[in-house]
């Protein structure tokens, strides 16, 4: 998922790192310092769009290695977001750095996410633009409820509950998405889906070029792995 301009990730406000709150955390989180940057796949790859296979092993290197990846991939893209699928793992998986609507910065993973939302009754819907690392260069209005709630775990196998609200809840519900097949597209109309793929064929140079700078910029260019081709 995309980082609106609007927002931001305010370092001297209050943060919550796998759900609890902490003090402190670095702008970028020891797991992106750790990672290599991966390439993103684009929206037309098969990976992005068949359900995800459940994480049966946990505390593995590979497993850690992987989400040390997609931290530091998700920051050089400017994302707030990144499900395994979008590096190309079919994994259900995602990380996220991403601010609430209050100014609170939630930091964390979480795999074989189940998505609980409000009751129909007590749900509010929020039209909001979105967008996608896997549709680079586009944002268009999706309704989202303002609350979320996810069940999984974390990568050792234990079990973790992640609450968000506001932009972050939009932002579970999204990553939730990338691990059942769906981008924020298959939300959309025709004609407005056919607007946002417009947007990504006029933008997606821009983007890439962008993200290998940020790449640039880190130390972290010895792979052309930015380009979603």
Request: aromatic share 6%.
């Amino acid at each position: 998922m995309s980082v609106s301009h609007d927002r931001s990730r305010p370092e001297d406000r209050r943060i919550r790192v796998q759900g609890r709150p902490v003090d402190s955390y670095p702008a970028l989180s020891p797991e992106a310092e750790r990672g290599a940057v991966r390439r993103i796949t684009v929206v037309g790859e098969e990976v992005l769009s068949r359900p995800c296979r459940e994480v049966t092993e946990f505390g593995t290197p590979e497993l850690s290695a992987l989400i040390d990846d997609m931290f530091l991939t998700m920051h050089v893209a400017d994302g707030a977001g990144l499900a395994a699928n979008q590096v190309g793992v079919d994994l259900r998986l995602f990380v996220y750095d991403c601010p609430d609507d209050h100014g609170v910065r939630h930091v964390g993973h979480i795999l074989n996410p189940v998505l609980e939302l409000p009751e129909p009754g007590s749900r509010r819907l929020i039209d909001e633009f979105e967008g996608c690392l896997s549709v680079p260069g586009a944002a268009m209005t999706v309704p989202r409820t303002d609350r979320a709630v996810v069940h999984g775990f974390d990568k050792d196998g234990n079990p973790l509950t992640i609450e968000g609200t506001g932009y972050f809840a939009r932002c579970l519900q999204h990553e939730t998405d990338h691990l059942f097949g769906r981008t924020y597209l298959d939300r959309l109309s025709t004609r407005d889906r056919k607007d946002a793929l417009r947007q990504m064929a006029d933008r997606r140079e821009e983007v890439f070029a962008l993200r290998e700078a940020k790449a640039a910029r880190l130390g972290r260019d010895g792979e052309p792995p930015v380009r979603g081709r």
